[in-house]
Nanobody, 124 residues
Framework: QVQLVESGGGLVQAGGSLRLSCAAS????????LGWFRQAPGKEREFVATTSWSGGSTYYGDSVKGRFTISRDNAKNTVYLQMNRLKPEDTAVYYCAVRTSSLATIATTMYGYWGQGTQVTVSS
């Protein structure tokens, strides 16, 4: 079984930075990698970023490209999301999930074992 626990969310002013962590346990390396998604109130879950465990395939959503960076520490079974130049529209609950596809896909159906989420609020 796989368990994911997100942390690092909080309240930050626009233009600021936060680093989210996703600590994984279980047979995570049986899958292809991990992704970050976010969901704002009243909106669908949105793809943010994904990385493979080897680091060979990294992909970002258009709305965060150039501002967010996904990285991993395989020794710690942890994936990070460094978020810079935050905007109020980045406000959402951020989730991590294991990627069950070999492709750097944005489709939520290709991810599983979702964490409980961490709230990020960006004030203007």
């Amino acid at each position: 079984q796989v368990q994911l626990v997100e942390s690092g969310g909080g309240l930050v002013q626009a233009g600021g930075s936060l680093r989210l962590s996703c600590a994984a346990s279980g047979r995570i390396f049986s899958w292809y990698g991990l992704g970050w998604f976010r969901q704002a109130p009243g909106k669908e879950r949105e793809f943010v970023a994904t990385t493979s465990w080897s680091g060979g395939s990294t992909y970002y959503g258009d709305s965060v490209k150039g501002r967010f960076t996904i990285s991993r520490d395989n020794a710690k079974n942890t994936v990070y999301l460094q978020m810079n130049r935050l905007k109020p529209e980045d406000t959402a609950v951020y989730y991590c999930a294991v990627r069950t596809s070999s492709l750097a896909t944005i489709a939520t159906t290709m991810y599983g074992y979702w964490g409980q989420g961490t709230q990020v609020t960006v004030s203007s």
